[in-house]
Structures are given as structure tokens and as C-alpha cells.
């Protein structure tokens, strides 16, 4: 009977899978092209090759052959018609005219009415252009084209050819059955011809010797493969360094290649780079800037230019019409000097360091070399004095939604020496599992308000000369004070705050901050009876975690480094971010007596912590994006409670972390946390556990499903430690000869909803391997996985998770 079933279900699946692929829409005449390949030897980058098929297959699923989006572009154009769009939007047009002259004399809904006129048709253009929705969602059939194959060859050898290899061969070899066509790409690359011999030709002495002393930082190595994107940035090298130079209209087209292929023997290439002299000139002008201008309220121009008064300070002539800036502030972030040779990276880092001040709404600065003489202008426009921001949104931290209102005041230039203030409040109600239940649901309530002051300068005793030089790296000091409460089932915090911090950058993807001082006043009450009891039972087995609810004064100090490439985050390219966190709590607490903090009865801490956290995405086609995070850290007490601020502990679990445990609900080690009932004696998830080691990484491969809707397959792993032995949580300390039989690993799926303002994310975790059951247990299909204490009941093995943006 078994063996009927398997039969019947072979033949339903050759029936109807080809139709799933869409082939029920080709032509008498016509194959589907169903699958193309490039195979090639070690050192040919085939995502490369792939980037210039002239057409693609249809988008599969992944495993299963069954490509939907054909289906939904014919679904759409059975019921697409250009005609009757087209009429529609003469409809349009007409509707709004018409609505637009009979409230002509009143400007504000002439605009108003034009602004919904001009929507309405946008929307059907893009229909008439594009086709509807289910054709934009979709694709038409993939037909195989032997002149698509002819031109995907073309392309492969002439990009060979670009990369060296002038002697390439790329060859196809055809997969038929009666509907489909597989097409596999077989590249011979040969014999890549190498960089003998490179050269500059250039009659300008002065140029000669600028590229002579450069030439460690040549795109254009000996031995090296011959590439035509190697020249391009040889080209862009060169002019950047001329215009570094003072060559103030040096421009890209004087540098020129000439390629030689013959030279010194077979597969060698010489390269000559030639720059050319200008028409006009004859020879190519050394600009040194003659004067600097500021011009820092140019967006006040109904006034006359002559009524602006003129300053002079550090070589800048500030103009202005009433005095808002400080002049010694403002030069330090202005590197154009007078006197000194014209410099593009000067003038870009002069823009980019005044933009990162928050004054002003734009920075322009351009040149004018009229009568020979080169004269800067930097025109600023500055920012309203005042603003007030409002934001209403959902947040998700621990896997429940809630609302969230902030509203935030700043006000600009305070004290006329670019400093800033800002008065921040927050109103947040979120759906969270209580530390001692994961059953239910309850509103965990966060209101916090903090005012801040920022200097664009280091407040420190450093000398005038220092603090000019730092004026490249962004520097900014702020002051901070705050208040925090938190109200949740278990407890109700509250938290006052106050921290002296100081951030700069040395490049454009590259920030450090370090707080100084990071002081905490912390007041807890418990009000769940069942909490307490948890706590006492843990103090009672030596567990101090109580210690972390008594009212406590909390110091550190914090360094952070954040490398961010290409804009990770904002870029779907291949980019990648790492960041490390270094904080010493309770260090000046080593250096005087700690008696007054008795007197107050305030529990005090003392401790190590680090944490690092490395992501990347690694984009594999159009469609598809590989991404993956590690992230690890140690927090290690010294202070005679033994104990971290319960903000400091590390978590295992949730929507971000491992997503097949609840949040916090994870670890620590193989600790197996039980609770007697009814039934008898089941795992039970109900408390938050705490850990002073972490380890956990993920990886996700996320891919376009139809529209604005994307799906994503991951696995997650990881656990949390104790640094010491536990005795109320056995299995929970870290020890090397185990741990890495105590990662836990989870898998799932989820989906996307990219709506441009937000990304609404929901995945569901698997439990594949639990290192809290016994070790022949742990893998998801070892015989037993279900038995008691973790039936499927209590143990959870699918989690759900509600997320706002990328997990990472």
C-alpha cells in the first residue's frame, strides 16, 4: 500500500511540476529556459560572469521547481488592457483640471489639488509603463533564444579579455528535454598576460616627481594580471593626487594608456601612462588658494551683499550680517589655508566636518579662479535655532509589539560656540513575557526623559594647537543627565543617570566614544511574590542575583569602537560591520572609600565587561543577500557581592538573538530548568536566566519573494555561561573541555514586509539541538527529543517571533 502511495504521488508530481514552471505558456516553437550554469577554473570570479547573462531563468522557489511569478505576470495581463488605462488617465487629467480652475484664487488648494492630480496620474503611468500590479510582482516566461546564448559568450570573453585573459575561450553546452533547456558555460581562460614593464611619460618635471614619489601607491604593479579596472583607478588615483596638489583644473582625461601586448615576449604587457598638456595653457598650473571667504548666513540674500560686515581671523575672511559663531571654532573645522596649494581632499573634509557640527542646513564651498588668482567660498546656510521632533511608532524587543511616542527639543548654537542642547522624552508600552512567565503576555511600561549638552570641541586640558589639529576627527563632548522607569510584572525600576562622554572619528566609517564618567542611581521594588521567591531560592544556593535589586549606585567607564563599511545597514552591497565594547564599572570606587555608599545603603559593583560583534551581508545575486553575525562577550564581577547591575548580564534568546528560544529564556550551559506539576516533572522556561559569558551567531540567507515581500531561511546558535560555578543552576559555568557541546542551534523561516519606512519582520524558530537535555537527546531527530521532561507541551519546539527590522 506504502509503495502505491509513493508511485501516485511520483506521477501527480511529473504531471503537474512542469506547469508549476509555467511552461503551459510557451509557444508551439518555444523552450523554457530553465537553468544556466558557468563553470570555470579557481581565480574567475563566475558572480562576475553571471552579472552579464543578457537573459535569466524564471525565479525559482528554492529545492522545489515551482516558479509563481510567471503565473502572477499572466494573471495580470489577462486583465491588463493599455487602452483602458490610458483612458483612465484622460479621465484623470480631466476630473482634476477641471477641480483645479473652479478653485482658482485660492493658491493653497490649487497646489493641494495639483500635488493629488499629479499622485493619481504617477500611479497610472507606472501601470501603462510597468503593467499592474500582478505583473509587476511577476515575470513573463523565460523562452531560450540560441542568439541570448551567442550573447552571453560575447560578453564572458570580452570581460576575460578586460581581466587579461586575451585568449579565452568560453563554450556552451546545451541540456534539452521537450520543454526545457539547460545551458552550461565552460570558460578556458588560458594563460592570463602580466604587468612587465609601467611607465609615465609627462613633460611637467614637477608632476614627474609627485607620481615618481607616489608609485608604492600604484594600481599598476609588476607580476600582476593585466585589468582594465586597474587603470581606471590608476585614472582616478592620479587625478586625485594632482588635485591634492594644487592642480585646482587637473581633470581625469589628461591621463591616457597605451597598452602594448607584444612586449618583452609572450603574455607580458607594458603599460605607458601618458599625461597630456592642456590646449589652452600649454601646461598644467600649480593654483595656491589667494584668499578664503565664509559667507555664513547666505540664505539671507534679500538684504544688499554690502551690508554684511567683514572678520578677519586665522587667514578667513568671515562675512556675515549679524555675528551667530565663533570664529576660533569654526576655523578648526576649515582646512583651506591660505596661501597653500589647493587641496580637493581639504575642501571635502572642510564640507563634511562643518555638516557634522548640526548648524547648518548646506554647505557650498567653490572656487573662482578669475584673473589667475584662486579664491575660496564656503556659503553656509544655518539650521532652525529651534526644533521640535515628534515620533509614534511600534517597537519590539522582546517579541511582543507596542506603541512608543518620543518627543525630543533642541536648540542650536546655545552659547554662539556651535554647542547644542537637547531635551529628549519617551513613552513606551510593551508586550513582554514577565521574568517568572512565558504563558502570558503583560504591558511592561518605560518612560524616560534626559537633557543633554554638546560641545563640538574636547573638553579637556589640552593645549589650543591640539585641539586645531583635532578639528579633522570630528571631536564632541557631551553631558548627559537622565531618568529612566521601567515598570514590569516582576519589578519596577527606576534609574538616574549622568555621563560625560566623548566621541570623534578618524574616517568616514570608523567612531570612537568613551565615557569618562557613568554614573547610575538605581531604585528597585519587586511586586511579584513569585519573583522574590525565585530570588531568595537563588540566594539561598548561593546565586547573589538578589544583590542586583537592591537600591544601588552604578559607575563605569565605557570605550566603544564602531567600523562600519559601506554603509552597513543602509547598503544591500557587500558590506560589513564590527564593534567592540570595553567598560570598568566601579573603577574610581579602587581609588577612595566606599564607606558613604554603606552609609546610604547602596549596594556598589566592581567589573570587567567586554563585548564584540561582527556582521556582514554578502549580496549572491539580485535577489538574494547572504548575511551572518557572531557576536561574543565576558562580564566578570571583582567586587565582593560577586554580582553585575542586572542591566550588565548577558541574554540568550529572542526575536534578535537565538530565535528558536523565547526571550531570555536560553541557558545557561546544558542548566536544565524544572518545575514540578500535575503531570509531574517538566521543563519549565518561565524564568529569565542571566549569564557573564556569551557566544552566539546566526546565519541567514534572504531572498525576494514578490513585491515588497521577502523571505528568509536561518539558523542561529549560542548559548550564555556563568563564569563560576553555580549552585542553584548545575551545568550553567563555562568549562572548555564542554561548551562547545553546550551551543545550542535553532533554524527556522521568515518573512519581510519591506514598506520603506519600516521593515515588519516575523520568523518562526526550530529547536534543532538543546543543550539542556540529556547529551543522546539533544539533536532534534535522536530518539527520545519529546520525552518528558521536554514534551512538545512544555518545551516549546517552534517559537514565533514579532521583529521591527533586520535581526541584524
Not at 562576475?48 to 522545489?64: G, S
Not at 549679524?322 to 578648526?332: A, C, D, G, P, V
Not at 547573589?544 to 535589586?549: A, E, G, K, P, V
Request: hydrophobic share 35%; net charge positive; glycine share 6%.
Amino acid at each position: 500500500m506504502r509503495i502505491v502511495q509513493r508511485l501516485s504521488l511520483l506521477i501527480l508530481l511529473v504531471y503537474f511540476l512542469p506547469g508549476c514552471l509555467g511552461t503551459k505558456y510557451l509557444e508551439e516553437d518555444q523552450k523554457l529556459l530553465y537553468k544556466q550554469q558557468i563553470k570555470a577554473p579557481k581565480g574567475i570570479d563566475k558572480e562576475e560572469l553571471a552579472e552579464l547573462y543578457v537573459q535569466r531563468p524564471n525565479r525559482q522557489f528554492p529545492i522545489i521547481p515551482f516558479s509563481p511569478y510567471v503565473w502572477f505576470y499572466y494573471h495580470g495581463r489577462k486583465r491588463y488592457d493599455k487602452i483602458d488605462y490610458t483612458k483612465k488617465k484622460e479621465h484623470i487629467r480631466e476630473k482634476w483640471n477641471g477641480k483645479i480652475n473652479a478653485v482658482q484664487g485660492k493658491p493653497k488648494k490649487v497646489i493641494r489639488y495639483q500635488r493629488k492630480r499629479d499622485k493619481k496620474l504617477a500611479k497610472v503611468d507606472k501601470t501603462i509603463e510597468e503593467g499592474n500590479v500582478w505583473m509587476r510582482w511577476g515575470e513573463p516566461i523565460s523562452t531560450y533564444s540560441p542568439a541570448n546564448t551567442q550573447a552571453n559568450i560575447d560578453r564572458f570573453e570580452l570581460y576575460l579579455s578586460s581581466k587579461g585573459y586575451f585568449l579565452a575561450r568560453v563554450d556552451s553546452a546545451l541540456k534539452t528535454t521537450t520543454k526545457r533547456v539547460s545551458v552550461t558555460y565552460t570558460v578556458s581562460p588560458r594563460q592570463a598576460y602580466t604587468i612587465d614593464t609601467s611607465f609615465v611619460q609627462v613633460q611637467d618635471t614637477a608632476i614627474h616627481q609627485l607620481l615618481l614619489e607616489s608609485q608604492a601607491a600604484s594600481t599598476l604593479k609588476k607580476g600582476d594580471n593585466y585589468d582594465q579596472d586597474k587603470l581606471s583607478k590608476e585614472r582616478e588615483r592620479i587625478d586625485l593626487l594632482l588635485k591634492d596638489n594644487g592642480y585646482f583644473d587637473f581633470s581625469r582625461q589628461y591621463v591616457e594608456f597605451d597598452v602594448d601586448t607584444s612586449f618583452n615576449g609572450s603574455q607580458k604587457v607594458a603599460i605607458r601612462t601618458r599625461i597630456s598638456e592642456p590646449l589652452s595653457r600649454g601646461y598644467h598650473k600649480v593654483f595656491t588658494v589667494d584668499s578664503v571667504n565664509f559667507t555664513t548666513d547666505a540664505n539671507l540674500n534679500l538684504l544688499p551683499d554690502s551690508l554684511r560686515r567683514q572678520e578677519y581671523y586665522e587667514g578667513i575672511n568671515y562675512r556675515y550680517f549679524n555675528k551667530e559663531y565663533n570664529k576660533k571654532i569654526l576655523s578648526r573645522r576649515v582646512f583651506i589655508e591660505k596661501d597653500g596649494l589647493y587641496s580637493r581632499s581639504n575642501t571635502f573634509s572642510t564640507q563634511r566636518q562643518l555638516a557634522n557640527l548640526d548648524i547648518f542646513r548646506f554647505i557650498n564651498i567653490n572656487y573662482d579662479s578669475t584673473g589667475g588668482k584662486l579664491v575660496a567660498n564656503v556659503f553656509t546656510s544655518p539650521l532652525n535655532r529651534y526644533q521640535w521632533s515628534n515620533e509614534v511608532g511600534v517597537n519590539v524587543t522582546q517579541g511582543f509589539p507596542g506603541p512608543f511616542y518620543n518627543v525630543s527639543f533642541k536648540k542650536r548654537n546655545v552659547f554662539q560656540g556651535m554647542e547644542i542642547f537637547e531635551m529628549n522624552g519617551r513613552v513606551g508600552i510593551e508586550g513582554v513575557a514577565p521574568a517568572t512567565d512565558i504563558d502570558d503576555v503583560y504591558a511592561s511600561t518605560e518612560i524616560g526623559v534626559n537633557a543633554s549638552l554638546t560641545f563640538p570641541q574636547f573638553l579637556f586640558p589640552i593645549s589650543a594647537a591640539a585641539k586645531d589639529r583635532l578639528g579633522r576627527i570630528n571631536p564632541k563632548t557631551r553631558l548627559l543627565a537622565g531618568f529612566n522607569y521601567t515598570r514590569r510584572p516582576e519589578y519596577i525600576r527606576e534609574n538616574f543617570n549622568f555621563s560625560n562622554t566623548y566621541t570623534w572619528q578618524n574616517r568616514n566609517n570608523t567612531q570612537y566614544q568613551f565615557s569618562l564618567t557613568d554614573v547610575s542611581i538605581i531604585n528597585s521594588a519587586i511586586t511579584e511574590q513569585r519573583f522574590q521567591d525565585r530570588l531568595d531560592t537563588l540566594e539561598q544556593n548561593g546565586n547573589r542575583l538578589i544583590n542586583s535589586f537592591l537600591p544601588s549606585f552604578v559607575s563605569s567607564m565605557i570605550f566603544s569602537a564602531t567600523w562600519n563599511f559601506n554603509s552597513y545597514g543602509l547598503n544591500f552591497s557587500n558590506s560589513s560591520f564590527f564593534r567592540l565594547f570595553l567598560e570598568s564599572g566601579g573603577t574610581t570606587l579602587n581609588l577612595v572609600n566606599t564607606d558613604f555608599l554603606a552609609r546610604e545603603s547602596l549596594e556598589f559593583y566592581k567589573y570587567l565587561k567586554i563585548n564584540a560583534d561582527f556582521r556582514k551581508t554578502n549580496p549572491i545575486n539580485q535577489n538574494t543577500t547572504l548575511a551572518y553575525r557572531i557576536n561574543a562577550g565576558i562580564a566578570k564581577p571583582y567586587s565582593e557581592n560577586r554580582v553585575l547591575p542586572y542591566e550588565k548580564y548577558f541574554f540568550a534568546g529572542g526575536s534578535n538573538g537565538i530565535r528558536a528560544w523565547r526571550p531570555r529564556r536560553l541557558g545557561p550551559g546544558s542548566y536544565t530548568p524544572l518545575d514540578s506539576t500535575e503531570t509531574g516533572v517538566l521543563v519549565n522556561y518561565d524564568f529569565e536566566q542571566q549569564g557573564e559569558i556569551l557566544l552566539e551567531g546566526s546565519v541567514e540567507l534572504r531572498k525576494n519573494l514578490i513585491g515588497f515581500i521577502d523571505y528568509a531561511i536561518f539558523m542561529d546558535f549560542g548559548n550564555i555561561w556563568m563564569i563560576r560555578e553555580d549552585g542553584s543552576r548545575p551545568g550553567a559555568q563555562f568549562k572548555l573541555d564542554r561548551f562547545f557541546r553546550e551551543i545550542a542551534v535553532g533554524g527556522g523561516m521568515g518573512l519581510r514586509f519591506d514598506f520603506s519606512f519600516l521593515v515588519l519582520r516575523l520568523d518562526a524558530g526550530l529547536k534543532l539541538y538543546d543543550p539542556a537535555r540529556p547529551r543522546s537527546r539533544r539533536f532534534i531527530l535522536s530518539p527520545g527529543f519529546y520525552d518528558a521532561p521536554f514534551t512538545a507541551e512544555a518545551s516549546e519546539p517552534i517559537v514565533l517571533n514579532i521583529g521591527i527590522g533586520y535581526p541584524f
